[in-house]
């Protein structure tokens, strides 16, 4: 059974956003161990550049400390690359199959991720051309991940 880590910048506040992510991550326990780890955003107290980019960086290595080499790493970002629900699908069927066992999702904060985060990634990914409240971009990776696993199984959730 393949293991799911996602590691997130903010905590979830609404209390409808955290009950339907735990809604998807109750579907997913036949398919998969699913777990979160939340870090706080690092503070920003001006928009100056390189407050940002530290804030980027300490982020960035909160996020990826205790990722082993032997995890497959998918970075969520706006500069990724677009999939389908079937080709994420088909990216976790590979892991299933093939390993490692253990996928590693990233969600940076509000600023992005550090360039060495980044390079951390097997595949970077984005979820749309839209940019989402990362309370959202949470929601829709569980519902993503669910509908993954429905697509590999067969099951009719995906039509």
Do not use: W
């Amino acid at each position: 059974m393949v293991r799911i880590r996602i590691r997130a910048i903010g905590k979830i506040k609404e209390s409808f956003i955290r009950d339907a992510i735990a809604d998807y991550a109750k579907r997913m326990g036949s398919f998969c161990q699913v777990e979160c780890i939340e870090y706080p955003e690092a503070p920003v107290p001006d928009i100056h550049p390189s407050t940002i980019e530290r804030a980027c960086v300490s982020e960035g290595e909160k996020l990826c400390s205790g990722i082993d080499s032997l995890d497959y790493v998918i970075i969520l970002d706006r500069t990724g690359k677009q999939v389908s629900s079937v080709g994420l699908a088909e990216v976790i069927r590979r892991c299933e199959i093939e390993g490692p066992y253990q996928l590693v999702f990233i969600i940076g904060g509000p600023h992005g991720l550090s360039k060495d985060c980044l390079q951390k990634g097997n595949i970077i990914l984005s979820l749309s051309a839209m940019t989402f409240p990362h309370q959202i971009a949470r929601l829709l990776l569980y519902e993503q991940l669910y509908r993954a696993f429905t697509i590999i199984r067969g099951l009719p959730y995906h039509r």
